[in-house]
Nanobody, 125 residues
Framework: QVQLVESGGGLVQAGASLRLSCADT????????MGWFRQAPGKEREFVAR????????IYGDSVKGRFTISRDDGKSTVYLQMNSLKPEDTAVYYC??????????????????WGQGTQVTVAS
């Protein structure tokens, strides 16, 4: 059973930092590639970042490169998203997701089998 639980969202000023966490209550976390997506009102779900299983290879969406960092701690079954230099356009609900197969279009939400409930991030200007 995979259950992803996010935390760490909130309201911050532009330029501030936040760290999101996503914990898996199951026992198979280390076998998944993990991703973060976000969805703003009226927009499609957008790829933010991904980290592979085993070697921890990271990939980022263009809009967050150089500002966000994804990491994982398999011992704690947790994936993190460190967000620095936040902008108002980063405002969205952020979701973590698990990719069991590790193949396919890694930028597409359809490629991820398991999802957290989402955590709201609001960046005020």
């Amino acid at each position: 059973q995979v259950q992803l639980v996010e935390s760490g969202g909130g309201l911050v000023q532009a330029g501030a930092s936040l760290r999101l966490s996503c914990a898996d209550t199951g026992r198979t976390f280390s076998t998944f590639a993990m991703g973060w997506f976000r969805q703003a009102p009226g927009k499609e779900r957008e790829f933010v970042a991904r980290i592979s299983r085993r070697f921890g290879i990271t990939i980022y969406g263009d809009s967050v490169k150089g500002r966000f960092t994804i990491s994982r701690d398999d011992g704690k079954s947790t994936v993190y998203l460190q967000m620095n230099s936040l902008k108002p356009e980063d405002t969205a609900v952020y979701y973590c997701a698990a990719d069991r197969t590790g193949s396919g279009d890694i930028y597409s939400a359809r490629n991820y089998e398991y999802w957290g409930q989402g955590t709201q991030v609001t960046v005020a200007s």
